[in-house]
């Protein structure tokens, strides 16, 4: 692994469960940029490519490690601005909503880890949901359970017209990671975004970030819910602004 030394890192940084909690993401910044021990630095060249890298940085008593990094991609259309924990900008860039293709940029926590398996290994540390087929992830903005995923077993009456299948025929959901943007489930803002496994590397999503079957496992064995990992992608311009409340 590579020691990043905290002077170092800065010259480089130029330039879901059925009922989600409604807690503000940008409230829970300035305590969590102080307990954050994990980060997964996602970024692209520019805010219309698809095409990204994944640098995992994790926080030691001599600054952050590097634990790994590797390709990603993101949504088809590139980047828009999130509603996470992310922080104020000075430009009006393009806001993430509803079926744009893109990815959110800023700064997220990570929600539930799931799954086509029973259950996960003895080396994951994270809380784990099993999907079925019973599961349904809901992208309708009129619906009361908009950017939730649920059971529709334990779901009394539906009112959604749109949604996404969680056990797909493919791997892609295999594993993947809620990434919470827009946890306030705000209608119309962008919905049932995750990090999961690719198609391939040359295809782009339809806004969640997504690394391939050998990653994620890396990815998989590294994360601890313990340490308050974070999300934070955006294209290279705005690497520093987000990174600034956690190294500094």
Known sequence: MKILLLGLLCLNIQACTQVKSNQKEEALLPKNQELTQQIILVETEGWNNFKASMTLLEKHENGWIEAGRFKAVIGKKGFGIGKGKTRQFDHNYIQKVEGDGKSPAGIFSLGQLMGYAPETDEKVHWDYRTLTKNDLGIDDPASLFYNQVIDTTEVKATDFK??????????????????????ENIPGMGSLIFLHIWKNEKTGTAGCTAISEENF????????????????????????????????
Request: aromatic share 12%; no cysteine; glycine share 2%.
């Open 217 to 248: 496992k890396i990815l998989r064995h590294w994360l601890d819910q313990k340490k308050n990992p974070v999300i934070i992608q955006g294209p290279k311009e705005l690497k520093a602004h987000l990174l600034q409340d956690f190294i500094n």
């Open 162 to 183: 749109s949604f996404e299948t969680m056990r797909r025929k493919d791997n892609q959901y295999k594993w993947l990671y809620e990434i919470n943007h827009n946890r």
